[in-house]
């Protein structure tokens, strides 16, 4: 599976002010991370010049190059922004949420599949994943050392070892 070059990193909502600027909500674990780019894309992969970006509550203010009024600003109303994963350096153990959606989930040592991640929540102690098995089941796993042998993004193949409880069929 091939990762994403361009990866969604927020949304913008309104207009903000008079002189073309817009708000945008992140879609990013911290607002400050999406107003430290100084270009974005379009889905199109049309470049998005950054002007200034500010953090204002939860929210980035943004000013983008050539949108100059209110007018022009809310003609980008809805529009999704997005990365390019070059432009970031993760540090070792880190991920983008959006290359682990979609991963295989298998026990380290016995190679069952469990199913694949369908999503990332923060709880603020630790992710949590939520995996979906064939048979629709869903369960929870919490994203911690203990659980978490190894993410092989390249492959898109999770393995851990599952703490006892997590698959009720694993305890029979």
Not at 15 to 39: I, N
Not at 81 to 96: N, P
Not at 111 to 136: F, H, L, W
């Amino acid at each position: 599976m091939a990762l994403k070059q361009y990866l969604e990193i927020g949304k913008i909502t309104s207009v903000h002010g008079l002189r073309g600027e817009v708000k945008v909500q992140p879609w990013c674990d911290d607002p400050e991370f999406l107003a430290s780019f100084e270009v974005l894309f379009y889905k199109s992969g049309t470049e998005v010049v950054i002007e200034y970006a500010r953090v204002q509550k939860n929210m980035v203010i943004m000013k983008i190059e050539g949108c100059d009024s209110v007018e022009e600003a809310q003609k980008l109303r809805n529009r999704i922004l997005f990365m390019d994963r070059d432009d970031v350096e993760l540090e070792k153990g880190c991920y983008f949420v959006q290359d682990l959606i979609g991963m295989e989930v298998r026990h380290a040592e016995t190679g069952k599949v469990y199913g694949r991640i369908t999503d990332v929540s923060e709880t603020g102690a630790n992710d949590v994943y939520t995996i979906k098995s064939d048979d629709g089941k869903e369960y929870l796993i919490p994203a911690i050392p203990e659980v978490i042998v190894k993410n092989d993004i390249e492959n898109s193949l999770m393995t851990i070892i599952p703490l006892p409880g997590l698959f009720e069929e694993d305890d029979e």
